[in-house]
Each structure stands twice: as structure tokens, then as C-alpha cells.
């Protein structure tokens, strides 16, 4: 099949562009590199003027090809998770529309294959990371090595509450709000039990695992580049569940009386 005339329809073109940008803006990607990907897309395959507008929920494709044809397509954008794997994933695949112009098909094809759900399985690394970050920021902060133990086994027991009661399809302030109460709680039977000796510090060697970090940070990137209303809303949504995260554990923390901390 000639790709020249694969993907001809300007239709076609702007679907398979807002896939890109769908999926991207799911996993995580900041709103410059999305509209930049989809106006390199449609400019790829046909050409004339692209104008992109994309917020959190939403993305409109407007597209005046060279053949002076008028387009417009509108994507809603649902709840998403951060997967910085298949950010990258998908960055390839960008680069690799823009060099070599597959059939539309090969490239909704190769999308599927990038988001379909991987077989569910523990993975020893990222509970690995979950134990040393927040074992160190117990220590780092002015815990001992039991609190970093404590702060460790509580990063290991959320690690598995996060596999088994992932957050994504949920609403994440109250997911966030739950996480922290059950984390709270743990910090502090940790120290009523006598493996931790200060529970502030595992606490905050807990907390540290929660911070929606890249929230924030892509927040600031969007603002600094001029997608005010874009960084406002992430800004919001990183605040909404810093909220939640210090609403649980100071729930943990009137549980126990306050008489730990």
C-alpha cells in the first residue's frame, strides 16, 4: 500500500493525531509537547495551517489543509494516571510518523499495542524504590534507623495497596485521602508496636511516597510556557490531593489521640 495515500483522508489524519495527543496528555505529557506532536502530524500528512487547543479534559483540533479545506474534531479527555513508560514510548512513535508517514492503520495499531494493559504483576524494582525513598527521607529528616525500618515497612505495605487499589478510573482526592488515613494508621502502629521510635519522621518518610511532584512540576513547565489555564488546573488538581494527603494523615493522627507525634 502507497503510504502517501494511506492516510489521504483529512479525517483520518486528525484521528489518528488526536490519538497521539490523547494518550500523551494520559500519561502524563505537558500541553507543549501534545499540540506539538499533533500539529507535526497533521502537518506531515497534509500540510496548511494547524491550530491545536488543549486543557486537562480536552483537546480541539482545527485543520485548513492545503487543498483550502476546512476540519475541526474535538477530543474528550478522560480521568489518567501518570506513565512516564509509555510517555516515552509514544515520543518514539511521534518521531517515527514524522519520518517515515505509516498507513493510519499501522499507527492506531501501534497506539493499542503501547496502552494495552500489561499482565498485572509485582514489580521488585518499584517496590524496591518505594522502601529505600521512604526509609531515606525518614533518616534524612532526623528519624533513626528503626523509624527508617518503620518508614520502609509502611512503604512496602502501600506499595501493595497501590497495586491491589490502583487509582486509576477513580477520583484521585479521595483515593489520596483513603491511601493517606491507612498510611497514618500504619506509621503509627508501627511506633505503638516498638519497630519505630519516632512517628512524625516515619510519617514523613511515608508521606514523601504520595507528593504529586510531577503534577507540580508540570504545572509550573505549562504556566512558564504560556498555557496559563492548563498549568492553573494541574496546579489545582496537585493542591486538591496535597490536601487530601495531609487531611489523612492528620485523621491517623486524632485516631491515635495525638499523644504520638
Known amino acids: 500500500m502507497d503510504k502517501e495515500k494511506a492516510c489521504e483522508a483529512p479525517a483520518l489524519v486528525m484521528e489518528c493525531a488526536l490519538d497521539m ?15 506539538d506532536t499533533i500539529t507535526r502530524i497533521c502537518t506531515t500528512y497534509g500540510g496548511g495551517i494547524v491550530d491545536v487547543f488543549t486543557i486537562l479534559s480536552l483537546i480541539i483540533l482545527s485543520w485548513k489543509t492545503d487543498a483550502g479545506e476546512n476540519y475541526t474534531l474535538t477530543r474528550r479527555i478522560n480521568p489518567h494516571s501518570t506513565d512516564l513508560d509509555k510517555l516515552e514510548d509514544l515520543n518514539a512513535l511521534s518521531r517515527y510518523i514524522c519520518e517515515n508517514k ?9 497506539i493499542g499495542e503501547i496502552m494495552a494493559p500489561k499482565e498485572r504483576r509485582i514489580r521488585k524494582s518499584k517496590m524496591a524504590g518505594y ?11 532526623g528519624g533513626n534507623l528503626r523509624d527508617g525500618l518503620a518508614a520502609g515497612i509502611v512503604a512496602l505495605l502501600m506499595y501493595l495497596w497501590d ?14 485521602l483513603f491511601m493517606s488515613i491507612v498510611a497514618g494508621v500504619l506509621c503509627s502502629l508501627s511506633v505503638v508496636i516498638g519497630i519505630g521510635q519516632n512517628v512524625d519522621k516515619v510519617m514523613i518518610g511515608s508521606i514523601m511516597l504520595s507528593i504529586p ?3 507540580l512540576m508540570n504545572a509550573l513547565r505549562d504556566m512558564m510556557c504560556g498555557d496559563i489555564i492548563t498549568g492553573i488546573l494541574r496546579l489545582a488538581e496537585a493542591l486538591m490531593v496535597a490536601v487530601a494527603i495531609a487531611a489523612g494523615f492528620g485523621i491517623a493522627i486524632m485516631m491515635f489521640g495525638g499523644g504520638l507525634v
Request: charged share 15%.
Open 21 to 35: 495527543g490523547e494518550t500523551m496528555l494520559r500519561c502524563g505529557a505537558e500541553i507543549l509537547r501534545v499540540e
Open 102 to 110: 505509516p498507513p493510519c492503520g499501522e499507527i492506531t495499531q501501534r
Open 131 to 141: 522502601v529505600l525513598l521512604a526509609s531515606a527521607f525518614a533518616i534524612f529528616f
Open 163 to 176: 497495586y491491589f487499589f490502583s487509582a486509576h478510573g477513580r477520583n484521585r482526592v479521595v483515593y489520596s
Open 213 to 215: 511532584g510531577i503534577n
